[in-house]
């Protein structure tokens, strides 16, 4: 099992930058692929960033390829989403999920084969 806990939650104008983290516990966070999420109201979920256990892969969905950098620290547990020049349709809850592959550097953009997710943190972009 593993816990996830999303931070960083909050309220920015057309333009800004936010940096999300998740916190996780419980099993060996380097075992596991981490991705990135988000639900906008009315929509479904749908995939944001993704990066290998190691760290040394990562893959972008191609709304936020260029503006969003996911990275991660294996000591201290902790995958982060740093938001640079949001937009109001960036509006969403966002919400990390682990998974755990085979290979070390196999990423996934489908929600499908993340085990564990968070409750999700609040980004709301003003415009």
């Known amino acids: 099992q593993v816990q996830l806990v999303e931070s960083g939650a909050g309220l920015v104008q057309d333009g800004g930058s936010l940096r999300l983290s998740c916190a996780a516990s419980?099993?060996?966070?380097?075992?596991?692929?981490m991705g990135w999420f988000r639900q906008a109201p009315g929509k479904e979920r749908e995939f944001v960033a993704t990066?290998?256990?190691?760290?040394?892969?990562?893959y972008y969905s191609g709304s936020v390829k260029g503006r969003f950098t996911i990275s991660r620290d294996n000591a201290k547990s902790t995958v982060y989403l740093q938001m640079n020049s949001l937009k109001p349709e960036d509006t969403a809850v966002y919400y990390c999920?682990?998974?755990?592959?085979?290979?070390?550097?196999?990423?996934?953009?489908?929600?499908?084969?993340?085990?564990?997710w968070g409750q999700g943190t609040q980004v709301t972009v003003s415009s």
């Open positions: 419980g099993r060996t966070f380097s075992s596991y692929a």
């Open positions: 999920a682990a998974a755990s592959f085979e290979y070390s550097d196999y990423v996934s953009p489908h929600l499908y084969e993340y085990d564990y």
């Open positions: 990066i290998s256990r190691s760290g040394g892969n990562t």
